[in-house]
């Protein structure tokens, strides 16, 4: 059995760098991806989470803390013709 690799390099720009910050992902990418309409993209790449927040509490001399990650940040791409 043979198996064939294709590698395709597909060359594009970035547009912008677009992010919502809610807590509700499905909300969150339905925003990007009209955002991404609205200014002409081809794609967008998911880079990552958009904010976080914490809190801290001091016990003795010591620091518990806990963080949480929310919201979507992405990059918007428009194919180009090299």
Do not use: H, P, R
């Not at 009209?34 to 989470?49: L, P, Q, V, Y």
């Not at 927040?53 to 918007?76: Q, R, V």
């Not at 791409?77 to 090299?82: A, F, L, S, W």
């Amino acid at each position: 059995m043979f198996y064939v690799l294709l590698l395709i390099f597909i060359s594009y720009i970035e547009l912008a760098e677009i992010s919502c910050e809610d807590t509700d992902d499905n909300w969150a990418m339905d925003q990007i991806l009209m955002k991404s309409k609205e200014i002409g993209a081809d794609g967008i790449i998911i880079i990552g989470k958009a904010a976080t927040y914490g809190y801290g509490i001091s016990i003795g001399d010591m620091l518990f803390t806990s963080f949480e990650a929310y919201g979507i940040k992405a990059i918007a791409i428009k194919y180009t013709t090299d």
